[in-house]
């Protein structure tokens, strides 16, 4: 079946420590690929996307590069911000049926100053 | 860009009681709505996914007598937990998208806290 596997946190950084947060899956045909973002208290926002192999996501400074040959969907920055720290979910979501979204368990980043 | 609204944020009440959550997307028409729960730091746990004007397809191990839902109109789905206990304590977020747009994401609420007592 389809799953999606992001590396434990914490992850905790200083301010502008670069940032790695591994996602890999596993999913039958071609999935799209997103990162989502939740501050506390919030619910889900859309950090950024790749519908295809070899597209690369970007927004905020963050971004991701759909690998299809290592099935991955690495997050990194390159310089993180106090207010960067969130937990950050990797998802995929096969084509098809209602388009359901599969998340992975998230990663808590905390920045510090 | 597309916005979902979620009502109520928080809500606590006794034991026993069945609380309405309401998932409205204010700027399109939403013919799918997603369900989602999640646990204190945990991942989101898809409940169920409904289709305007259709029953919800429940996820297995959701009661659907428990959690109904209800999907009447294309910018309305509403949750209901009916007698609600401690354990259904969770925070609840709704998600949505419409009906061209495969390719893009869902659209999230901000979610519902409930707190059972």
């Known amino acids: 079946g389809n799953s999606v596997t992001q590396m434990e946190g914490p992850v905790t950084l200083s301010e502008e420590a670069f940032l790695t947060i591994n996602c890999t899956y596993t999913?039958?045909?071609?999935?799209?690929l997103f990162w989502y973002v939740q501050y506390p208290g919030e619910g889900l926002q859309l950090l950024l996307k790749?519908?295809?192999?070899?597209d690369k996501g970007s927004n905020k400074g963050f971004e991701a590069t759909y690998r299809k040959e290592t099935t991955s969907f690495h997050l990194e920055k390159g310089s993180v911000q106090v207010s960067d720290s969130a937990v950050y979910f990797c998802?995929?979501?096969?084509?098809?049926?209602?388009?359901?979204?599969?998340f992975g368990a998230g990663t808590r980043l905390a920045v510090h100053p | 860009g597309a916005v979902v609204s979620q009502h109520p944020s928080r809500v606590i009440c006794k034991s026993g009681t069945s609380v309405k959550i309401e998932c409205r997307s204010l700027?399109?028409?939403?013919?799918?709505m997603f369900w989602y729960r999640q646990f204190p730091k945990q991942s989101l746990m898809l409940m169920a996914t409904?289709?305007?004007?259709?029953?919800?397809?429940?996820e297995q191990g959701v009661e659907k007598d428990k959690f109904l839902i209800n999907h009447a109109s294309l910018t309305l789905s509403t949750l209901t937990v009916t007698s609600a206990h401690p354990e259904d304590s969770s925070f609840y977020i709704c998600?949505?998208?419409?009906?061209?747009?495969?390719?893009?994401?869902?659209?999230f609420g901000d979610g519902t806290r409930l707190s059972i007592l």
């Open positions: 998600s949505a998208k419409g009906p061209f747009d495969s390719n893009q994401p869902q659209h």
């Open positions: 999913a039958t045909g071609y999935p799209s």
């Open positions: 790749a519908t295809k192999a070899d």
């Open positions: 998802a995929l979501r096969n084509s098809g049926g209602y388009n359901k979204l599969i």
């Open positions: 700027d399109f028409q939403a013919t799918t």
């Open positions: 409904s289709n305007e004007g259709s029953k919800a397809t429940y």
